[in-house]
């Protein structure tokens, strides 16, 4: 079974600059979550997608990120602009069932805001 | 209060050793508990669900104290490909909140 597929896996932008993240859950897995990971911290969820609803955003900084989820399977996760504390490695993971009985994690997107 | 808190470490143990450490919530709601396993530079992977009588997944052993709101994880007879950071996941009505992980090191 195919994992969860995530591009790219480095990049490094200036602050002010725009980002964009890309996100192929495995097939099938009808929820999609983006999670932002600060160097020493846990994940910190930015939104939930259920097929291609929005469940939760409750934490996306909505004033410069965004994130979409077009057909309910591949979503794209944009920053603009960037700011130096966007710094971090960003996850997408996917679970089979509303359920979040397990997650499976891509393998994320360093980003450096410099 | 943190949603979630974990006692950071590093524990360092030797091989062969047995090493356990807390994870501490703050909504007694809470449904349901995992532990995740972090390699270093690598992406989270389900290590196993806490039950609330407790449950054994070969070496590893989780607990649930809900009077105490605290989930426990024992790794008995340590091995060095234990060496990771453990992350403790509390889910209230299917959103996951992450602690910042309890990270051990296993040395031989």
């Known amino acids: 079974e195919a994992g969860v597929a995530q591009s790219p896996r480095y990049k490094i932008i200036e602050k002010r600059q725009s980002v964009a993240f890309w996100c192929n859950p495995i097939?099938?897995?009808?929820?999609l979550y983006w999670y932002q990971q600060i160097l020493g911290q846990g994940p910190k969820l930015l939104i939930q997608?259920?097929?291609?609803?929005?469940?939760?955003d409750s934490q996306l900084p909505k004033d410069r990120f965004s994130a979409e989820r077009l057909k309910g399977v591949d979503s794209t996760l944009k920053i603009q602009p960037a700011k130096l504390e966007d710094s971090a490695v960003y996850l997408c993971?996917?679970?089979?069932?509303?359920?979040?009985?397990?997650?499976?994690f891509g393998s994320g997107t360093q980003l450096s805001v410099l | 209060r943190k949603e979630v808190e974990q006692d950071p470490g590093p524990f360092n143990v030797p091989e062969g050793a047995t090493v356990a450490f807390n994870c501490t919530y703050s909504?007694?709601?809470?449904?349901?508990f995992f532990w995740y396993r972090q390699d270093c530079r690598k992406e989270p992977k389900l290590l196993m669900s806490?039950?609330?009588s407790g449950n054994e997944d070969g070496r590893f052993t989780a607990q649930l104290n809900r009077a105490s709101q605290y989930i426990s994880l024992l790794i008995r007879d340590s091995k060095l490909s234990d060496s990771a950071t453990y992350l403790c996941?509390?889910?209230?009505?299917?959103?996951?909140?992450f602690g910042a992980g309890t990270t051990v090191t296993v040395r031989a």
């Open positions: 993971a996917s679970s089979s069932r509303s359920g979040v009985e397990k997650l499976f």
């Open positions: 097939s099938g897995h009808a929820t």
């Open positions: 997608f259920q097929n291609n609803g929005v469940v939760d």
């Open positions: 909504n007694s709601a809470s449904q349901s």
């Open positions: 806490v039950y609330s």
């Open positions: 996941v509390v889910n209230n009505d299917y959103k996951l909140s």
